[in-house]
């Protein structure tokens, strides 16, 4: 089965540098993954996703990189704002089953 | 466009009680997912109910159920409530059944459900 984890349960950054999130998933035949934010008091919010085709996605200050060989993706934030702060899961996905959540890191911006 | 909504926004029970929690989807989505997020974890999958039908489910027993109604909102009920169903219920709505490629689901703000 798939078990998606994250290195880190707290991550601290001064504002302006880059945070770097990472996650570990088991599932080798996981053919999909998505990173969400989830703030104080709100739902998950969709930041950027990733297919198994692929080793690098960018987004709007938002990278993802995917390696396959050792089932590890991470999620880079440039230039990190204080609205950046909040939990970070990565979650994925194979065939038919429904996203499997990694249990989240928090991300703390520094002024 | 309005998007998923959920209530109560919190809600005390008792063990042995049950609980009935609802959620409306975002206008224009036919589906939606249920999730349990425990205190510090990531959410876990129960079920999702596509077009008023469960259309997939997770490792949870029975005594949770759900339905959909024709306006594809959703009430997700828990039976013989457990100390360990303390958490955040988080449904989320999406365009059309199956899985996530293509697929976005819109996370409403949840349920806070603490079982004494």
């Known amino acids: 089965g798939e078990s998606v984890g994250l290195h880190l349960p707290t991550l601290s950054v001064q504002e302006g540098d880059n945070s770097i999130i990472n996650c570990a998933y088991s599932n080798s035949a996981s053919d999909y993954f998505i990173w969400y934010k989830q703030e104080s008091g709100k739902g998950p919010q969709f930041i950027i996703d990733i297919r198994s085709n692929m080793d690098k996605r960018q987004g709007q200050r938002v990278t993802v990189l995917l390696n396959k060989t050792v089932k590890h993706l991470s999620l880079q934030i440039a230039a990190t704002q204080p609205g950046d702060s909040a939990v970070y899961f990565c979650?994925?996905?194979?065939?038919?089953?429904?996203?499997?959540f990694g249990k989240g890191t928090r991300l703390s911006v520094i002024a | 466009e309005t998007g998923v909504t959920q209530s109560p926004t919190h809600l005390i029970k008792t063990r042995g009680q049950q609980v009935t929690l609802r959620c409306s989807s975002q206008?224009?989505?036919?589906?939606v997912s249920w999730y349990q997020q425990a205190l510090g974890q990531g959410p876990q999958f129960i079920f999702q109910y596509y077009r008023e039908e469960e259309n997939g489910r997770g490792n949870f027993p029975p005594r949770f159920s759900g339905l959909q109604f024709p306006n594809y909102s959703s009430e997700l009920n828990v039976n013989a409530l457990e100390l360990d169903d303390s958490a955040l219920y988080l449904c989320?709505?999406?365009?059309?059944?199956?899985?996530?490629?293509?697929?976005?689901?819109?996370f409403g703000p949840g349920t806070r459900l603490t079982v004494l």
């Open positions: 989320a709505s999406s365009l059309s059944g199956g899985g996530p490629i293509d697929n976005e689901q819109f």
């Open positions: 979650a994925g996905h194979s065939g038919n089953t429904p996203l499997v």
């Open positions: 206008s224009g989505h036919n589906t």
